[in-house]
């Protein structure tokens, strides 16, 4: 690569040395600099809590930094450590906040380091950090990200964990000028009474007492602080879907909603949405632990994409989110990467069923069909309908009954769930369900198996026994949205009400219905047939391995039973080291991982005639959750 030096273009300098000459990117500043506070602050607690530390090998280092020589510079070296451990991710993602607190913690280290040590290179080297972070500081001015004051109550967790353990050590890093031999027990009574500034039972010979109480006071004030701060600081809620949005929102999926399946999928209201400078597309999005996470492809015109992609990377830019793209189409990948610079992978399949194709006769599909027979031999009916034509009765019953026949804490789904069912504003939406009126015929070991209250439940849903969700695809599709049966139904409901629904299709002006998606479907598929080379038996038996706490082999074979077509979907992604982390987000969204702190003033509802909506159903009652990626 040439690049001008001294004048001569001519001149062919290595990369590297390109980029000693001209210095680091300025991209790279805040990643640096986070990296050297967390390099700093963990020197400084070092310094801080071990009084030997100075006299190790990294006297040379330590003797340079803030507070080592006095109970009261101990304490301070053990703050700004600690408060440098905080920052530096902050900082790292370019947040302004962080900025500003790292640009007046370093001068108060560097007026310490005088004060106290009268450290001359100490207040050059608190100074040389401070340089980077002024001259780069346009470098820093990422917006807040969503929280809420339940943020307060996390950090005075983790924050009492830490200075739990971390004043543990402190206690203990003076083996020989504790008086006496205090136990364990002793000792963390010391640290419980010294984070509130009161004196506790083990005792020290010297200054160590000082020493040791100072830096406990510092962990206490620093955790009751940051949690005053968190408490009363402005929240700043997430995005959230207002009626104009949802209104502009459903005039494009009336013009352009036959492109994607998932389309109607970006009505939740928990998502909030970018729109491209004309009006005429959008992105959906949510932010789930710093990660920028839209599903399917923009709404609205292909023409008007690029714009909505725009707003999509400037939004993220201006959080310093991390952008990801969750089960986008092949043309809606095309568009990303070309308009972003993003790269693609794949990620799945979308089992499609076309309905003039779709028939229970011919050996593909015998399994389907006994069972359907089966099925319906046992007194089982169907009905497939749209919402606005069910009654409020009936809307009510099948409401509680997905609600109650959930089977998780969790309501799981982002990209391929709408989180709710007969919304009067969903009126286009299909609802196929099951029904047997001789409900209450059950053997004597099922009746004990779940008590004598469980006829009085299911009465509470008539002869309701299974419930499929569709939302609209356009004007002659729909997509599968939740699938959710009774525990005491036969087996075989979900193919029961997935066949009905194709059978009525054609009466509903319906010509093609998406039913799950099924991820890794190709190696799946290919895995399992002769000729398959060693490394992808060894990914196929990684993934049904997986299988055993996600649906994947499950949902592909369910799937495949129907004959599909599939439809390959990717996720978008920036950068190959950001794809664990927008995996974690990805299941956090999907209802997967759940990290929201637990609510112990929450009333626990008492056992009822009807299961609780929100607690899990028994094991036996875990039913197929098809549209958790």
């Known amino acids: 690569m040439s690049v001008t030096v001294d004048g001569d273009k001519s001149r062919s300098v290595p990369v590297r040395v390109r980029r000693i000459l001209n210095g680091p990117r300025p991209e ?69 906040r962080a900025w500003r607190a790292a640009v007046v913690l370093l001068p108060l280290g560097a007026a310490a380091q005088f004060a106290w040590r009268h450290s001359l290179t100490g207040v050059l080297l608190s100074l040389a950090l401070l340089v980077p972070l002024l001259r780069h500081r346009d470098q820093f001015a990422a917006l807040p990200d969503p929280r809420s004051r339940w943020r307060a109550l996390a950090n005075f967790i983790l924050m009492g964990a830490g200075s739990l353990a971390l004043g543990l050590v402190v206690v203990s890093a003076h083996p020989r000028r504790i008086i006496g031999s205090p136990g364990i027990t002793d000792r963390l009574e010391h640290v419980m009474y010294g984070l509130v500034g009161v004196e506790g039972p083990v005792g020290y010979t010297g200054n160590a007492d000082w020493t040791v109480g100072y830096s406990l006071g510092a962990l206490g004030m620093l955790t009751a602080l940051t949690t005053i701060y968190l408490a009363f600081r402005p929240e700043h809620p997430a995005a959230r879907l207002t009626e104009d949005d949802e209104t502009r929102l459903r005039a494009l999926l009336a013009r352009h909603g036959g492109r994607d399946s998932l389309g109607h999928f970006a009505l939740r209201r928990d998502k909030g949405v970018v729109f491209s400078p004309s009006g005429k597309a959008a992105v959906c999005y949510r932010v789930v632990s710093g990660v920028m996470l839209a599903s399917g492809d923009p709404i609205g015109d292909v023409e008007a994409w690029p714009g909505a992609i725009e707003r999509f990377m400037d939004e993220a830019k201006a959080h310093s989110w991390t952008p990801a793209v969750m089960g986008c189409s092949e043309t809606g990948g095309e568009v990303w990467t070309r308009e972003t610079g993003l790269d693609a992978l794949e990620l799945g399949d979308e089992a499609v069923v076309d309905v003039k194709d779709f028939s229970l006769s011919g050996r593909a599909m015998r399994n389907v069909r006994q069972m359907v027979k089966r099925i319906e031999r046992n007194g089982y009916e169907t009905r497939v309908r749209r919402v606005r034509d069910l009654s409020e009765g009936e809307l009510e019953r099948v409401r509680r009954a997905a609600a109650d026949w959930r089977g998780t804490d969790t309501e799981r789904g982002f990209s391929m769930a709408l989180g709710r069912i007969g919304d009067p504003a969903d009126g286009d939406a299909v609802i196929a369900t099951a029904h047997k009126k001789d409900g209450a015929a059950r053997s004597a070991s099922d009746r004990a198996a779940v008590g004598d209250g469980w006829a009085d439940d299911t009465s509470a849903y008539g002869d309701l026994k299974a419930i499929i969700h569709f939302v609209p695809w356009g004007l002659d599709g729909m997509s599968l949205e939740l699938m959710r049966r009774d525990r005491s139904a036969d087996p075989g409901m979900n193919e029961l009400l997935i066949v009905a629904a194709l059978q009525e299709s054609p009466r509903l002006g319906i010509e093609r219905v998406s039913l799950n998606f099924a991820m890794f479907r190709a190696a799946l598929a290919r895995g399992e047939k002769i000729g398959a080379g060693p490394v992808l038996r060894i990914w196929r038996g990684l993934l049904v391995f997986l299988s055993r706490w996600f649906q994947i082999e499950s949902l592909y074979k369910f799937n495949a039973k129907f004959q599909p077509r599939w439809e390959p979907r990717f996720v978008v992604y920036r950068k190959s080291r950001d794809l664990p982390r927008i995996g974690f987000a990805a299941m956090q969204a999907e209802g997967f991982v759940n990290l929201a702190l637990p609510r112990p003033f929450t009333r626990r509802p008492a056992p009822a005639r009807r299961p609780c909506a929100h607690l899990p159903t028994p094991a036996a009652a875990a039913e197929h959750e098809v549209r958790a990626a």
């Open 28 to 96: 790279a500043v805040p990643a640096l600099v986070g990296t050297a506070c967390t390099f700093i602050g963990l020197i400084d607690i070092a310094a801080g809590v071990f009084p030997r530390f100075r006299a190790s090998r990294m006297h040379a280092v330590a003797e340079v930094l803030p507070g080592t020589l006095s109970p009261l510079s101990a304490a301070l070296s053990l703050s700004v450590g600690v408060l440098l451990l905080l920052l530096a991710h902050g900082l790292k993602r370019n947040k302004r």
